[in-house]
DNA sequence: GGCCAGGACACCA
DNA sequence: TGGTGTCATGGC
């Protein structure tokens, strides 16, 4: 099966995503440094007492101290570090691109993938994140969900790197921010629902496909 | 009460 | 380069 077939049955089953979930870029990269390893409903809670402060602007959080940071953004969770990574971000675009976001994520793909991953806090997902739902790129993002399913579709070794596994779909795939957009949103959400930790194979699309589901069907068959 | 969530970094061998 | 500990709230 291939991937864009793979892709209609996810879609087939969910619809669209609609993602991200935000109303600026700037709002898509403070929710993707938030959404580090943390529930997304934790992290509505500190985008609405962001919103609540006005902060959800470059200007307005450069200017924020970073200790009202801390308290606003507490429910996401590693509310400490996060406050660090938002202001370090948010001081990287003063120092180089005088507070124009739009500047920014303008340049050519490569240049600012590598300038993202320069600042502090923010690795290869959440830039491409960044990259993908705020600056309209086509990058491929790959998480931990995209990692569970294709391994356990038996596509993937369960070791793969970020960089391999990004690969694997980049080159197998047409470059559109469109399909990227929706493929990693529809592959998060197959993973919430049904692709989990324990996984709910029973209710699953994809487990005609999967080695997972075909090993343990056949071990309880035993 | 434990598990898990839309990761990244520091430190170590 | 790869493995491990740390960061932390909140729903199920």
Redesign the pocket.
Known sequence: MSLLQLYRMLYDVYGPQH???ANSPFE?IV??IL?????????E?ALENLKQHNALTPERLYKLSEEKLTELI??????????K?LKAFVKHLYAQHDGDLHTMLAQPLKKLRAEL?S?????????D?IML?AAQKPVFVV???TK?IFSRLGLVEP?I??EELQEFFTQRLPKSVKLFNEYH?LL?RH??EVC???PRCGQCVLARDCQFYRRSSSAVGR
Do not use: H, M
């Open positions: 993602w991200w979930p898509v929710g993707a959404t580090q390893s943390t529930n997304w409903q934790n992290v809670r507490r429910p996401a969770g590693y509310f400490r570090q996060k406050a990574k991953l600042i502090w806090g923010i690795g290869p997902e959440t830039a994140s739902y998480d931990t969900y569970r070791t790197s970020y949103a998060v993973g919430k989990r930790p324990k």
